[in-house]
């Protein structure tokens, strides 16, 4: 247990230095590979300085004084390479060759002055770790240079050996024994480095198998999140051009408006992918600037605050610092920040708060920058998968490519900074992203009139929410139910005329409207927040107040797998975006039409034949139970709809506008029509008189039993018993 302990707390150890390794050596717009071999050239450097502080105290013990001076040397010229490499952040191949060739050099002076190849001690041995060194730069031309050198010393040494002279301190004894020591301490660290190289080879290889693997795997993802997110402003930009087309007087301004603002925001998401393939390839430059960065994010928000308005959002900028100056990426920062607003705003309800802070620690050199909301946060089990590629939340209620948040992390990692979440869902997000604080970059104002261009294109402004109208009694009544207003308005523009239209701009609240207003038929959208359309719809269909309206799916997400999904929770019909107006009208059309088909099936008090429709069925067991209600209750002749409503758990509204949709008919019409033709059931296979019968199926008054009856029938109940 206690080698465990011990294993585990090495293994920790080891990974916090190897945190600490690439947090020194990292600079923004480093890629893994450039890491990797600066790691291993920088290991091998500190590796090579314990050894040669050994060997040179040693030999300075041993009154070598050559050997000791070689050693001085190169400790110097080593320890002068780590601290370079922790400030030099490009060429640091030409530093590594420049170091190859210097060792070869420095070999070949002291080799000379210790009298050649055969009394030096094995020092050729250093000449031969430096050739070996050139594989890092993975440069043949380089390798094939230094190899040549190296050649050329070697054979330098052999012409000038007759004239070469052996200090009298570099006995035959010293001499074996500096080969020794030096030929088992050299070969140990070129060992542990070609394991060591090779390892982080192999490593790195994996993970960028493992990365190209992943890829490749989500790629259906892509294609599915990016068609979503394109449907959504091409229906918008092919709707409007069709209403411009056919009336070009009424919509031409806001259809032009409209066309332009989904361009701007197909714009938005094509950058984006261009941006993700820019960071991929290493094109992606970093431009820094040193300015105040807290205006330069206070302008930000401020660009957001009709985007806010729109959705009735507070927005609040918090800083511990009036002004702090410090090298930033104006670009990149917008990008960075953008996104995360966008989110914010995206997933915060009417009436939610969204706060930008920015803390400054200057004693540990760090600007914390943080995006936090009061909207529908994250689920636990998407929380960890946020930041990867293409990932969107399973449950539908995070649409998107799965771009933002990928490229988000990827510029903040360019800049050398870290982007984390804490979020819980119900309760909002907040989103951290912590930069180096560095003033090495030119001192200059940041000019804001150029960006404003870019936040225009950004998809943040909301348009003013739909209103409602006052319904007209001989339209059917339509729930939309839909988290982009600008579809609403568009439906609206296009359904106006033909439907009285309630909206509501997420599932949750569509399920609240649809309960209380119960609605002819629905259109839902399937990736909303709060709760998505197919959430809606299981409800919609399982409660027995609303599983009879039918509901058209008009959603981006028209995959095979979302399309059957709908359709086996009970979706009437599904249609993709983006969508023509004719197909809409003709599927909303017919599903009213339906209606007929229902309402001849339960307009008659009698029970209907068995059907093998799901839908139906539920529909089938409702009545059923309607007419169980009833006939157990017939002779109470106070018995009535509130007596109704509750033996049901349903408000009067509800029960008639169900009852409406389902039979044509008023509720007290279909009561009275089942007393009716249980009290002809009654004639005609019992005993009883009229006068019994009439108090059998709850009517006390005669006249109003006889006239009701031969309404119904076209016979009088006397007639009946004769």
């Known amino acids: 247990m206690a080698m465990r302990v011990s294993l585990r707390h090495i293994g920790q150890i080891v990974v916090r230095l190897n945190e600490w390794i690439n947090g020194l050596l990292a600079y923004p717009g480093i890629t893994p590979q450039a890491l990797m071999r600066k790691k291993i050239y920088w290991i091998a450097c500190v590796t090579l300085i314990f050894g040669l502080m050994g060997m040179t105290m040693l030999t300075h013990l041993m009154g070598l004084k050559i050997l000791a001076l070689y050693g001085l040397v190169l400790l110097g010229w080593y320890t002068l390479l780590v601290l370079s490499f922790c400030l030099i952040k490009r060429n640091l191949d030409w530093l590594g060759l420049l170091t190859s060739l210097f060792v070869i050099l420095l070999n070949f002076v002291f080799t000379l002055k210790l009298g050649g190849t055969l009394h030096s001690g094995g020092i050729i041995f250093a000449s031969l770790s430096a050739l070996l060194f050139t594989v890092i730069f993975q440069n043949i031309r380089w390798s094939i240079i230094t190899f040549l050198v190296f050649g050329a010393s070697v054979l330098g040494i052999w012409a000038l050996q007759p004239q070469l002279r052996v200090p009298p301190e570099m006995t035959p004894a010293a001499n074996q024994m500096v080969f020794v020591l030096n030929i088992l301490w050299i070969s140990a660290f070129t060992i542990a480095f070609v394991v060591y190289f090779i390892y982080q080879s192999i490593f790195y290889e994996k993970e960028e198998t493992k990365r190209l693997q992943e890829l490749d795997d989500v790629k259906t993802k892509l294609y599915a999140n990016i068609t979503h997110e394109f449907r959504t402003p091409l229906t918008l930009i092919l709707g409007m051009a069709d209403q411009m087309e056919a009336a070009p007087k009424t ?3 806001e259809g032009a408006a409209s066309i332009r603002r989904n361009s701007n925001h197909l714009l938005h998401l094509v950058n984006q992918m261009l941006d993700l393939s820019k960071l991929e390839s290493g094109a992606l430059s970093v431009h820094l600037i040193q300015s105040d960065i807290v205006f330069y994010l206070k302008y930000l928000l401020e660009s957001f605050r009709s985007g806010a308005a729109g959705k009735k959002l507070t927005l609040q900028f918090l800083s511990n610092k009036d002004h702090f100056l410090m090298d930033y990426d104006a670009e990149k920062l917008l990008h960075i920040v953008s996104n995360l607003l966008m989110n914010a705003l995206k997933f915060t309800p009417e009436g939610g708060k969204i706060t930008l802070s920015v803390t400054a620690n200057e004693a540990n050199k760090k600007l914390d920058i943080r995006v936090k909301d009061t909207g529908v946060g994250i689920s636990a089990e998407a929380l960890p998968y946020i930041f990867d590629r293409f990932f969107s939340d399973g449950g539908d209620a995070t649409p998107g490519t799965g771009l933002g948040l990928t490229l988000t992390r990827e510029l903040v990692k360019l800049l050398g900074g870290s982007l984390d979440v804490q979020s819980e869902q119900g309760k909002g997000a907040e989103f951290r992203v912590q930069l180096p604080v560095w003033n090495n970059a030119p001192l200059e104002e940041t000019q804001l009139f150029d960006l404003v261009p870019n936040l225009e294109t950004l998809p943040g402004d909301a348009l003013p929410p739909p209103m409602h109208h006052k319904r007209l009694a001989n339209l059917p009544l339509l729930l939309i139910v839909e988290d982009h207003q600008e579809v609403i308005h568009y439906l609206m523009s296009l359904l106006g005329k033909a439907y009285h239209i309630e909206f509501a701009l997420n599932g949750a609240s569509g399920l609240e409207k649809a309960l209380t207003i119960i609605p002819d038929i629905i259109i839902c959208d399937v990736m909303m927040p709060v709760m998505d359309g197919f959430a809606l719809l299981e409800n919609l269909k399982k409660d027995q107040r ?33 969508f023509h107006q004719t197909e809409l009208l003709v599927e909303l059309k017919k599903l009213i039409g339906l209606r007929k088909v229902l309402q001849a099936r339960y307009s008659s008090t009698e029970p ?66 089942l007393r009716l033709r249980k009290a002809k059931t009654l004639l005609e296979t019992t005993d009883l008189n009229v006068t019994e019968v009439a108090l059998e199926v709850g009517f006390k008054n005669l006249s109003h039993f006889s006239r009701s009856f031969s309404e119904e029938f076209g016979v009088s109940p006397s007639s009946m018993k004769h």
Not at 633 to 662: H, T, W
């Open 251 to 253: 919509w031409l301004k």
């Open 546 to 578: 609303t599983s009879h309206i039918p509901v058209v799916m008009l959603t981006a997400k028209a995959d095979v797998a979302s399309r059957l999904s709908g359709l086996e929770r009970g979706a009437d019909a599904f249609i993709a975006k983006p």
């Open 608 to 673: 209907p034949p068995p059907s093998t429709d799901k839908a139906v069925q539920q529909e089938d067991a409702f009545m059923q139970k309607v007419r169980e209600v009833l006939e157990a209750n017939v002779s109470d002749e106070d018995f009535g709809i509130p007596q109704l409503c509750k033996a049901l758990a349903m408000s009067r509204a509800q029960l008639y506008r169900k009852f409406d949709a389902l039979t044509d008919l008023p509720v007290h019409q279909y009561m009275r029509n």
